[in-house]
């Protein structure tokens, strides 16, 4: 099974990030959009494991549990590769966010797994692949403020259903509520 820990949406808010994706797509000389049902916000990719490794993954999301929060998307950027931009949608400092993240990246490395070697860059994959016209401006989109309740966190795993990548939840741990 190819895994990983993620941050999930609300219909509303995929609904609004699809919006941008597409605007982001009509733009492009070429691309390959994420799928609306994809979206999502990952905090630790695991990579291939058996079933067999599910419960030290619980254990391990169930021990950095922190505080619930709110995320609050912001602009729109791009990982710059030669076989085609990353189109992404960030997101605001919270540090409920990366203290969640750095969190759970220490427990699932006395866990046994692999820690994330690379500083967390919390964002919203849109397209692939993209080709843009140099007179595109990232910063200039999606300029409105989204917002989204993060109350749990999910272990996702990645896989092919007849040919199309589907991200299926395996199992959740809610955060904290707040006082």
Not at 89 to 110: C, D, F, I, R
Not at 147 to 175: A, C, F, H, K, N
Request: proline share 5%; aromatic share 8%; net charge positive.
């Amino acid at each position: 099974m190819r895994l990983f820990i993620a941050v999930n949406f609300d219909q509303e808010v995929k609904d609004s990030i699809s919006r941008v994706r597409d605007d982001l797509a009509a733009l492009a000389e070429s691309c390959r959009v994420t799928r609306s049902e994809n979206l999502h916000l990952t905090l630790a990719f695991l990579g291939e494991y058996p079933p067999s490794a599910l419960p030290r993954i619980r254990r391990a999301m169930e021990n950095a549990v922190g505080n619930a929060f709110e995320l609050i998307f912001s602009g729109v950027g791009r990982f710059r590769r030669r076989e085609g931009d990353i189109l992404w949608m960030g997101v605001e400092y919270n540090p409920s966010l990366w203290a969640l993240a750095e969190e759970l990246n220490g427990h699932l490395k006395e866990a046994g797994f692999p820690a994330r070697e690379n500083e967390f860059r919390p964002h919203v994959t849109l397209c692939r692949n993209a080709r843009m016209p140099s007179e595109f401006d990232a910063p200039a989109m999606a300029r409105q403020k989204l917002r989204q309740r993060v109350d749990r966190i999910y272990l996702m795993e990645s896989s092919r259903v007849r040919g199309i990548l589907t991200y299926t939840p395996l199992l959740s741990v809610s955060l904290k509520s707040r006082e």
